[in-house]
């Protein structure tokens, strides 16, 4: 979503801690008018930054720090950048840009000899930054059209049938090969680029019975993105589990799980979904929740993290939280039942970053 402006560099910078000091900029030091980068409500944790030693095996596994070739670009040079920051260094649109490039894959976290927790280190940073920083106007704009569509399920529904339209009108490949949009809105060329080929919904029930002996119940989210542009993968996910031996609840009242509030620093956006989909699953009475967007399930799993100061749901969540499976994770577990049907195929499995 992040579009980075930096110039590129062939040659790995090596210095992290002149990186870090060159982004933040000069701290101003007694300069009362210059607000440090973090206040004091849950900034990037001191101790979790002290883990870092700088010894760079996380280097090679960041997508960005390999493009790029930038120390501040990668994760060592971003928790540098936090480490300024809570030393007082201001909130400098070069960190922004920084912290905003992170694609939040997560890579460094399984790469971390020293178990160094970046997800928690970006997530407060994040949020921090959504708090003080200033966008452009375009980048308001922008983000807001994103997050007043991507999480809501009936607007995204009410998308679909324009998008469809426009791709079977054989205008895509027209706009492509001009490179207008390119041009003229680059991010929204961006996003018109990753638009998957639209399949026809098909409407899941609250309930979909295990096949033969029944060996578990289990509430499944159908998410916002995921259960409109997406929608063949809910159902074949609710087959598979079905025949297993799996009753699959799928509460109506479920929308989007927060994930992309959480991976944005949106607190209380990812706070409100958070509630809503304790609620949503809670009343449906089911012992695990199986999720098949693995972005969604990590954010899911950090549910006890996200409403951590919220009296009413603190404990809620961490329940709620230790019911979350990944699919995959859930029928390992399990172990098969269903006759198999082998495809003389070749495949390649992409395993998805925050499952890592
Ligand atoms: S691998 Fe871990 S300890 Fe080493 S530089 Fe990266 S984050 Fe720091
Ligand atoms: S989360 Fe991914 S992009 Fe961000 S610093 Fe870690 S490896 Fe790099």
Redesign the pocket.
Known sequence: MVESTRARSDEPQSD?DKAGALAAGPVPVGTPTVRPAFDDDHPPSAELIS?????????PTCPTYTLWGEEMD???GR?DLMKAGLQGAPLSDTMVQHFDACLGCMA?VT??????Q?DKLIEATRVQVERHHTRSPGDRAMRAAIFALFPYKKRLRALRGPLRAYQASGLPSVVRKSGLLDRLAPKLAAMEGLAPVLEKREKLPERVPAAGTRRAVVGMLTGCVQGEFFPGVNAATARVLAAEGCDVIIPRKQGCCGALSVHNGRQQEAESFARSTIDAFEAAGVDTVVVNAAGCGSSMKEYADVLADDPDYAERAKAFSAKVRDVSEFLADLGSVAPRHPLEVTVAYHDACHLG
């Open positions: 992290p883990d870092c030693v700088h010894c760079g095996f996380c280097l990668s994760p060592r928790i460094c790469a971390c000899p020293s178990g160094v970046y």
